[in-house]
């Protein structure tokens, strides 16, 4: 496999020559899915976790009567699964899902965590990239709590957006199309649909599709 360490925030400071080793020593293996094909599921064990060398994934929560909430998105680079591989039980409770045509690179969460017997140079390197890793999704967590605490439909429209908006700009866009950024912020999509077109006449927001200007 051909990867390109120095775009992967978990492989940070790990040279090639050492990440083909690391990868061998981990006992890794890459794995291709088509674009709306599971991953993995809730209630099965997590012992692994993924690394989106390509695509996109899709964290999913199913209920009994078959609703559908979508937890977050894992974005090519990122990684998913590690909430729960380093559990114990080691079951998931939620889906992984392919929102488009990815490729998955899995690693053993346990090996990551324990040094092997040949003292690995690169291991501790691992490790604090992991560590570093884990507590970026955890502020990405809480910036979604952050959102769904917010009482109305606009607010959580607005905090949102502000969220994505370009750093040197008001323009906003959503990875995904308006049914899965209703799943993100827990609303219907009608009702989200209606909140935007009064916003639009309100003068407060612009938008063409899934490109959006905040005013």
Known sequence: ???NPEIIPLFKDISEKDLDAMLRCLGAYERDYRKGEFISLAGENQRMIGVVLRGEVHMI???YWGGVSLYAFIHQTEIFGETFACGNPKNSSVSFKASLNSSILFLDFDKILRTCESCCVFHRKLIDNMVGVIAAKNRQMMDKLEILS???IRQRILLYL???AAPDGDY???PAGR???ADYLC????AMTRE???MREDGILDFDRIKFRLK
């Open 196 to 198: 935007m077109n009064h």
């Open 61 to 63: 929560k199913e209920d």
């Open 162 to 164: 502000s969220e994505r």
């Open 179 to 181: 049914l899965e950024m």
């Open 187 to 190: 609303v219907d999509r009608s």
């Open 1 to 3: 496999m051909t990867i």
């Open 172 to 174: 906003a866009d959503f």
């Open 150 to 152: 917010q009482k109305t």
